[in-house]
Structures are given as structure tokens and as C-alpha cells.
């Protein structure tokens, strides 16, 4: 079996995370860290492997370390961009984290790289690869509940304003439409496609990002969505998928959920289904990433990247509705 060996860009919070579950995966260890404080990259080093995992004290020292595969992008979303077509520019496949990119732009930037340069290339939407998720998908397939017309989904959380916590800063991609938004819009667009409409509203934080929100996105067809976010208040964070003959709810966190309840009436408790993930809920993607690069393949067929675009594409357009203006970090490598 190949080994497949994982650097990691942004030794923060999320990646401590996500290289926790690296470990469930087979065939698959974590060899460097990259950040711009070298220091910084060796005290995440010595917390998850120790001294056979290299510290780089840059990311193009990272992006030019032979012995790495693939890297996991965990910076803010304004670098994503810059580092990942870096990365695919010297060969190394990359799993980014969500939000893909500040900008559609950027995103299309990576997409190209990773299409001109014939390699792997993935968002870390960790929601699509998530057992319960997986067993959703499979009963829309099979018709469980005819023929899905509209999605419900809110992600609220209670976050104190911190002009120096990047979720507050505008150069950062601060703001609740890239930090929540990406979830039920990417859940959505998993359900019922690419929409053909947006319409977004939101209030403001005093440093000028954006806090609660909705959106409604709309098909040509009629088919729906309404979606929430918000940094004000502690929503349930669920989602619900109505269809022609039933429903199916996911339960609290949908972007990460153990139990889906499959309903065909109104007067029926319904079947509930429980499919705790792996780990922390991480390990799957990171499975995903490292069976494709065993296959050689390029890209994802759960999270493909025109999924990534048409997600993208929404937040782009919500985001110039609000009057938000995000931008790419070209200086990150």
C-alpha cells in the first residue's frame, strides 16, 4: 500500500483537529508543518509526532519539501488561493479548507492550476463525507422521499465581538456568509443543484463584517432554499430536505450530524437512522483524499470541484449584494 504523506499549512486550531483523525487513516502520517513562525510550526510538530515531523518556517519551504504529497491548507481564507496553486504548481495535491477561497476568482485560479497541472485538488467540506450525510444522499437517490423540492438549513452561533480574532477582520474573510455560510449553501447545492437565483440580506458588525444573515436561494423550476447564519444567536443547526412524498431531517449539527430521521407522514414518528462518524468526523475526508491519490485520481467524486465553483459562486454573489468586499492574499508563499 503507498504511504501517503501530509504536510500541513496553518498549525491552528482546526488543523490540530484534523491531524488527530489523520491518524485513524491508513497508510496515511503527517511529515511536516508550515507557518510563518517556525516556532510556531515546531510546537505544532512536537504536539502531533514529534521529532520525525519537520518544521518549516515558511509555507514555500513547505510547498518545496520533496518528501510531502499532499498538504491540508488551514490558513485564513484570503491565502487558500495563493498557497494551493503554489502547491499544485510543484506537484503537491491539496485539501483546503472551507470557505475554498475568498473570492470566485480565486477559487477558478486553483481550479485551473489543478485541471492544467493534472493534480488532486479538494475542498474540505467535511459535511459531504459524514456517514449520516452519505446515508442521506442515498435515500433521496433511491426516491425515499420523491423528488426533493426544498431545503431548510440554519448554522447560528454566540461570538463576541474581537476585532483581532480573524472571524471579525474583513482582510481576513471575516464575517458570518464564508465562516457559516459555506455550510448550508454547500448542503443545498448538494440537494438541488446549482441555484439560479440568490437573494441575501444581513446586518453588520461594528468592524464591518457581516453577522446574521439568510438567504434564499431559487430554481427556475421552483425548488428552494432558505438558509441562516449568525454570530448572534445559538441556532439549532439543523437542516430539513422536503420532497414530493416525505422528508428527511438531520439532526443538530447538520454539518457534521450522527442521526437523520427519514419521514413519509405527516402522522409518522419516522425512521430514525444513526451513523456516528469516525473520530472527530474528519478522519472520512481525509480517507477520501488518500484513496484518490492511491488511485490516481485528480479529483474527488463527492466533492467535486464544480461543486466548489457553483458554492463559490453564491457566496460571491451574496456577498456583492451585502456590499462585502473579500480579497485574495497574494503575498501568502
Not at 45 to 59: C, E, Q, T
Not at 203 to 230: I, K, N
Request: with cysteine; proline share 5%; aromatic share 6%.
Amino acid at each position: 500500500m503507498q504511504d501517503i504523506r501530509w504536510g500541513i499549512a496553518g498549525p491552528g486550531r482546526i488543523a490540530a483537529k484534523v491531524v488527530e483523525d489523520l491518524a485513524l487513516v491508513e497508510g496515511a502520517s503527517l511529515v511536516a508543518v508550515g507557518s510563518r513562525s517556525e516556532e510556531r510550526a515546531r510546537a505544532f510538530a512536537d504536539d502531533h509526532g514529534g521529532a520525525d515531523v519537520r518544521a518549516h518556517g515558511s509555507y514555500r519551504a513547505l510547498v518545496d519539501d520533496p518528501d510531502v504529497d499532499v498538504i491540508y491548507l488551514a490558513t485564513p481564507h484570503p491565502q487558500h488561493a495563493a498557497l494551493a496553486v503554489a502547491c499544485l504548481e510543484a506537484g503537491k495535491a491539496v485539501l483546503v479548507e472551507k470557505t475554498f477561497t475568498a473570492t470566485l476568482a480565486g477559487a477558478w485560479r486553483v481550479v485551473d492550476t489543478a485541471r492544467t497541472q493534472g493534480v488532486f485538488a479538494m475542498e474540505a467540506m467535511w459535511t459531504r463525507f459524514q456517514p449520516a450525510v452519505v446515508r442521506l444522499r442515498e435515500l433521496i437517490a433511491r426516491g425515499e422521499i420523491g423528488e426533493p423540492r426544498s431545503v431548510q438549513a440554519d448554522l447560528g452561533t454566540v461570538r463576541d465581538v474581537d476585532p483581532e480574532d480573524r472571524l471579525f477582520a474583513p482582510e481576513l474573510g471575516g464575517g458570518a456568509l464564508l465562516d457559516l455560510g459555506v455550510y448550508p449553501v454547500s448542503f443545498a447545492q448538494m440537494v438541488l443543484g446549482t441555484p439560479d437565483r440568490v437573494h441575501a440580506v444581513a446586518s453588520r458588525e461594528t468592524t464591518g463584517v457581516d453577522a446574521d444573515g439568510a438567504m434564499l436561494l431559487s430554481w427556475e423550476d421552483g425548488r428552494y432554499a432558505t438558509l441562516q447564519t449568525s454570530f448572534h444567536s445559538p441556532t439549532p443547526g439543523q437542516a430539513r430536505v422536503f420532497g414530493t412524498t416525505g422528508w428527511i431531517d438531520v439532526l443538530p449539527r447538520f454539518h457534521h450530524p450522527t442521526t437523520i430521521v427519514l419521514h413519509h407522514d405527516t402522522n409518522d414518528p419516522g425512521e430514525r437512522i444513526e451513523l456516528p462518524p469516525t473520530g472527530a468526523g474528519y478522519s472520512h475526508e481525509l480517507v477520501e483524499v488518500t484513496e484518490c491519490l492511491r488511485a490516481g485520481a485528480t479529483e474527488s467524486t463527492v466533492m467535486p470541484l464544480d461543486d466548489t465553483l457553483a458554492v463559490q459562486g453564491v457566496l460571491a454573489e451574496a456577498g456583492d449584494q451585502l456590499g462585502l468586499v473579500f480579497r485574495e492574499d497574494d503575498t501568502a508563499v
